[in-house]
């Protein structure tokens, strides 16, 4: 499995921005986005197959959120505008080498998380 290491996160106010990046060690046919807030469980954010063109959002970041991937670094990112506090969390970039998925449970690499908190 490969290795990846997040970085983006920190704190922002209230519709403002932040863009997540996500390094891989090697190549991910998937990378996907979940989050994990105190005391609930992991859920899915977004997803992106390795040409860019299989991606899904959950509906209460769509419209928002935009997940993307540049390959030739090995780097996934997910751009997180008109931020709402209910979007604070742990949030973690995963891989997979297979379809897309949005599944926690189908992905076997796992980022360390990056914490997002998004203030009233």
């Known amino acids: 499995q490969v290795q990846l290491v997040e970085s983006g996160g920190g704190l922002v106010q209230a519709g403002g921005s932040l863009r997540l990046s996500c390094a891989a060690s090697g190549r991910t046919w998937t990378m996907g986005w979940f989050r994990q807030a105190p005391g609930k469980e992991r859920r899915f954010v977004a997803v992106?197959?390795?040409?860019?063109?299989?991606?899904d959002l959950a509906d209460s970041v769509k419209g928002r959120f935009t997940i993307s991937r540049a390959n030739a670094k090995n780097t996934g990112f997910l751009q997180m505008n008109s931020l709402k506090p209910e979007d604070s969390a742990v949030y973690y970039c995963?891989?997979?080498?297979?379809?897309?998925?949005?599944?926690?449970?189908?992905?076997?690499?796992w980022g360390q998380g990056t914490q997002v908190t998004v203030s009233s």
């Open positions: 995963a891989a997979r080498h297979l379809t897309v998925a949005t599944a926690a449970a189908d992905f076997g690499s």
């Open positions: 992106i197959n390795w040409s860019g063109g299989a991606t």
